[in-house]
């Protein structure tokens, strides 16, 4: 199916039924003439529906760079990015914003909370944003904060929470628009170990229960051992991709992380 002649992203396409994510000979480069850096070089990467994926390497091997282009914040140089079928870049900027309120969640380091908001707020905000009702987008903001165990500091501002709580009310915010594909960059980065342990643990938790997609970039071979799958990146190109490298774990609740 070609995309839809409004522009409009549909979620449907004719690409493999099982890859919701697929790149052909992408890559991505950044200035012009003597000053360009290249980024990413001609990757080629399937990411099936329902996978936790780790993209691992360095830094500057372009792994956040390709996260970026699969949650439409940035658009390759050349090459083609399908997500659920449909060719991101054949979207206007309006219809890529939609994509990412309505299919994609997104999750940062820096939790990327706004700081001057409760809780509650911050989780409302992509909802307000989806032009869902009042009364809808603050029963489903509760509803998601008692999920990430947060019921009892949902009132509460940026300042007055954990690192852990911060990165729950984070998840809450990504997971509140019920996406298909959930983007996480080093979401344990700012965290000790037994807190960021909890995260996986909760990510691992939703994945199942909303058979999500998960694309996490990070440092930690820990956490690339939890995904399903460890996709390595250097200078641009993937160096491996090792299947099926996932670790069972049990999950462990950490409430007050």
Known sequence: MAPPSDGQFNGRGDRSENALVQ?????KTYGEGEAAVTV??????????????????????????????IGCLDRPTSGTYHLAGQDMSALDRTAQAAARLTYLGFIFQSFHLLPDITALENVMLPLQYAGIPLAERRARAESM?????????MHHRPNQLSGGQKQRVAIARACVSRPRLLLA???????????GRAVLDLLEEIHAE????????????SVAAWAHQRIDLRDGRIVSSPPDAHVETTPTHHPTA
């Open 23 to 27: 790149v052909r000979r992408l890559s």
């Open 40 to 69: 990413l070089r001609a990757l080629d990467l399937d990411i099936d529906a329902g996978r936790i994926v780790a993209l691992c390497g360095p830094s500057g091997s372009g792994k956040s760079t390709l996260l970026n282009i």
């Open 145 to 153: 904060l008692a999920r990430v165990e947060l019921t009892d500091r």
């Open 185 to 195: 960059d080093e979401p344990t980065g700012a965290l000790d170990t037994r807190t």
């Open 210 to 221: 909303e058979a999500l997609t998960i694309v996490i970039v990070t440092h930690d071979n």
